[in-house]
């Protein structure tokens, strides 16, 4: 049953634990709900904004509009002798379709165990980790678009991912709602075991032909030992983008900082460790009132207890200022402010 609710505190549905209000809230368990609240939000004009996990956000205000949280449950598979659709609800959270998937022995999507967030925005962001991201197993999605509540299915093309970004980021920014997600998937795992700590880990724990199961439990190791929880520390994940650079750039950093962390890309470019950078200009662990970054990792901010939004958007800031002046390099946050 569809329930409207009036001025209702953000702080449960956003993982900053950010106590700001909405004028109004529902939540959205089903497509026809979907369908019934878009038309209520276009004939009002009501402003919109879309929640999953809410955990790729920093509030820094109310939202003097109608805040949807998107609930739609299921998961489901069609299995073939080589390959495998799994269709799943955007309300689904992240790491259970992982879960599902490994458990089922369907690969693909084990590098990216214990990611927060739902779903139905791991195609917006391009959600990604040691070495693979969503648009390696993605295969269609549908939405809705607001202004009409028509559906639509937008297949990969459509989609134009970039490194943590798509067209929903872009040309199609707050048109659309996701409510489903399909992947492809195989049944024959190609294991990503080359980036980050994975091979040390695997190398650690003497496991010399890993499956699955091996790359999800290593992974979500890996990431429980860097990122902090946010039941029990407001943050949302990594706040920056790794940035990505051109080789002349790289070149002259590379002159003045010989370690500088680095990953070659496509395209003559270069892929520099926003967190290794962070780190280098001594925020790594700093406290700055109630906010700061995580002790373990530096890209990672937290909040400390009543930061506000405004407060953590100030500090990061800072950092984007620090590192720039250190290296000539532009951090991007990887975070939403609204």
């Not at 750039?249 to 002159?255: G, M, T």
């Amino acid at each position: 049953m569809l329930v409207l609710q009036e001025n209702i505190s953000l702080k449960p549905y956003n993982t900053f634990g950010v106590n700001v209000c909405s004028s109004f809230f529902a939540e959205i368990f089903t497509e026809p709900d979907l369908e019934e609240l878009l038309g209520m939000a276009v004939s009002s004009a009501q402003k919109l904004l879309v929640l999953g996990g809410g955990s790729n956000l920093l509030f820094t205000k109310d939202f003097d509009g109608l805040v949807l949280k998107i609930s739609i449950p299921g998961i489901s598979s069609k299995v073939d002798q080589d390959n495998v659709m799994v269709t799943a609800g955007a309300g689904v959270v992240w790491n259970d379709l992982v879960n599902y998937c490994v458990g089922n022995g369907f690969a693909g999507v084990e590098n990216l165990s214990l990611i927060p967030g739902t779903v139905g925005a791991a195609p917006i962001q391009n959600i990604g980790a040691y070495g693979v991201e969503l648009k390696d197993v993605f295969h269609s999605c549908t939405a809705y678009e607001i202004a009409t509540a028509e559906k639509r299915v937008f297949n990969f093309e459509d989609c134009r991912f970039g490194y943590r970004d798509s067209i929903f980021k872009n040309e199609l920014k707050g048109r659309y709602i996701i409510t489903a997600v399909s992947f492809k998937l195989s049944r024959h795992a190609v294991l990503h075991t080359q980036y980050g700590a994975i091979q040390a880990e695997l190398l650690n724990r003497n496991i010399t032909n890993p499956t699955i199961a091996d790359i999800s439990k290593v992974v979500s190791a890996i990431r429980v030992s860097k990122l902090p929880d946010p039941s029990t520390i407001g943050n949302a994940g990594s706040f920056f983008k790794n940035p990505v650079i051109d080789q002349a750039q790289f070149e002259s950093v590379l002159a003045k900082f010989p370690d500088v962390v680095h990953y070659p890309m496509p395209g003559d470019q270069v892929k520099l460790a926003a967190g290794w950078l962070i780190e280098q200009c001594g925020f790594k662990g700093k406290v700055a009132g109630q906010t700061g970054t995580w002790k373990n990792q530096a890209l990672v901010l937290v909040n400390h207890g009543s930061a506000t939004g405004q407060e953590v958007y100030a500090f990061s800031e800072e950092i984007i200022n620090t590192v720039y002046a250190k290296f000539g390099v532009k951090l991007e946050r990887e975070v939403n402010i609204l």
